[in-house]
Structures are given as structure tokens and as C-alpha cells.
């Protein structure tokens, strides 16, 4: 079934701005053999590690279905903003919090600039940072579509820029994020079952759950329950699961909240007999302009923007838009994002029994670092298969 909405993710990796060499795609964290699992950390309680949060919670109170989400795609995105931002918008984006340590999982990242052939750049912008493309185009287009492609490893093949395809645009910024992880202890595919997965509105849908019992970091609350998956890097995948509707505990997942979750997952193992469904979600194209707006980012989109740093033409921001897929089986986990912002002219003790836990109606997921004071990956929703 498509999915109804698509939220994706932001690298967190801290790159150059506007390198487009070889040198802009970066791989880290430990090869696939064998097993480096490092242990869960808890975040700091702090008002800058709010922004992914304050994010995922607006677009789970207003997205219905699955959301995917990548923050740590889209503060990657954002930050490439600073390098021509000035005064009240410079301070804006400093607002953005930085990664507290160095990656550990097998990433590729890479953010673009690319600019109008018609733009007049102010000195100390290097050209050979940028590549200049002919907006309005369908070569301008193709060419953002096989970069993203090379980005992702060809995780998403055929994305469609519409800022590319819009001659107004003046500058448009691009990051693209891919990760592949596999799990430090596998499913075992024979031990996958058919089952039913009731979505909100008490459909069953028919998904295929995975199976195993382990000891895996697992915590509960009044009203929740969680595990925490190691992969072979040291990474970790974080499933809970709400007692009440999905989205509305994600509405109200405050930065106290997820640090007690957190903390809780930190400390505790337990022997689990768990069920986790495998899915294959591609989202549509969305903005996130709106939710940013919210989260105190508004200014960006409006005659306030100061990106004078980039040419004498006052470049108010036009939208924030991203692309998602993550793909969840037996293996592992492989996911990509995209994210663009395009910029125009103004003028336009004795151990217990196995607890059994199934993920069987929808839950939040959640992509880590193991120091998880570092922005997520991802984060989403899986509402319905």
C-alpha cells in the first residue's frame, strides 16, 4: 500500500557546505564483519537537541499514515545555509545543535550547492564549490536526479527536483543521506510469519513479522514500551510502542519524555520474544516548510532572510522539501533521504520469562548513534503496511 505522507531525513554529519568533489561523500563507521556493538548512551537534557524532536512532533500531530523523517538530513541542509547567511539569520541558524561526537555508522552523506547560470556570486564564494545548472531545464533536473542517485547508491533512483525545473530559481541546496546497517543479531527469515499488524482505525493488514528471542536493551512506562536494536556498528534501531494511538504519543513526545525513554533503555536488558514487522516505505516529495515555521524557523521564509552573504540580491528561502525510503528486513536496515531548499529572488536476580512484545499495531522507530546526544537519523511513524 503507498504510504500516505513521506518525511525524510537529514544527514548530521558535519560537511563542508559546498563541496561537490569525490571528497563531499563520506563513509564511516565499521565494515559489516563482524560485531563492534558499542553501548546505548543517555542525551543530555537540552533545549538545542529539541529542534528534531519539536520537528517529529508537529508532523506526527498533522501527518496522517506513515511518517518518515530524517533530522539530521535536514540540519545538514540547513547549516549549509550559514555560509551566506548574515546577521539576525546567521543567528537563527546557529540555533542548530552540532554532532557531539564523531559518527560510528556506515553512512553516505553529501550536500550540493548548485546556482543559476545567470547569478552574480559575491567575492570569496569559490567557484569551484558550486556547479552551475541552466533552472528551468529538463537537463538541469536530470542532473539532479543522477547526483541524488550516485548520493544514495542508487537507493532513490528517479528524484524529480521541481526547484531544478523552475527558472526562477536562483540557488538551490541539496543533501542526500544513505545509510545501511545490518542487525548485530539477524532474524532468522524461516522463523518470519504472516500476521495481522490493526492499524489505528482497527484495519488488519496481512505484513510479515519477524521473529527472535534475545536479550535486547528493553524499557517500559505508564503507558509505553521499548526496545533498542544493536547494528554492527555500534548503531541502534529504537522501536516503542504506545499503548494508546501512535501519533498522538509522538505529538507529545517532549525532549523530557525521550530522555527518560532513553535512560530507561539505557540501564535495563531483559530477554524478549519479539515481533517486528518488515517494511519498504518510499514517500512522496513534502514540504517542510510548515513544521519549520513552527519550530521557530519562520523567518527563513519570509522578506526577514538575510542571505546576503551569497550575492548583494536579497534570497529569501522558497521551501524545504524531502524524500525518504527505508527498507526494514531480516538483514538489516537500508534508508536514503534527500533534501533540497531552493532559494529564488525576492522579486520571485534469577532471570525472568521472555517478555513477549509484537509490534502488531502502529509504533515509533527510531535511527541512532549509540551517543545519542547526536541528531537522529531518522525517526517515523509505521501506521499501516
Known sequence: MKPRSLLSLLSLLPLCACQLSQDSVSYTGAPYSGSVKMPLSTPP???????????????????PGNVVFSPAS???????????ARGNTAALLRQLPEPQSAP??????????????TIQLKPGIADNDLVALDFGSQEAN?????WVKEKTNGFIPNFSSSAAQNPYTQLLIVNA??????WDSPFDSKDTQTEDFTDSDGRKHRVEMMHQ??????AQGKNWQAIALPYQSGGYFIAILPQGNAHTFAASLTPQLYHSIISELVQKNREIELGLPEFNITTETTSLAQALGKSGFGDLFSGKADLSGFTGSPLPVQDVVQLCRIKLDEE??????????????????????PLKLTFDRPFIWIITEPDTANTPYFMGIFEQP
Open 45 to 63: 537534557q537540552s533545549a538545542k537537541g529539541s529542534v528534531a524532536l519539536s520537528m517529529f512532533c508537529i508532523l506526527a500531530k498533522e501527518t
Open 74 to 84: 535536514l540540519e545538514s541542509t540547513l547549516r549549509t545555509l550559514k555560509k551566506g
Open 104 to 117: 560510528t555508522m556506515n553512512i553516505l552523506a553529501a550536500n550540493g550547492v548548485f546556482v543559476n547560470k
Open 142 to 146: 536530470s542532473y539532479i536526479t543522477n
Open 177 to 182: 543521506l544513505y545509510l545501511k546497517e545490518r
Open 213 to 218: 528471542t534475545n536479550i535486547m536493551a528493553y
Open 332 to 353: 538489516g536496515t537500508e534508508a536514503a533521504a534527500v533534501t533540497e531548499i531552493p532559494v529564488w529572488l525576492l522579486d520571485d536476580p534469577t532471570p525472568p520469562k
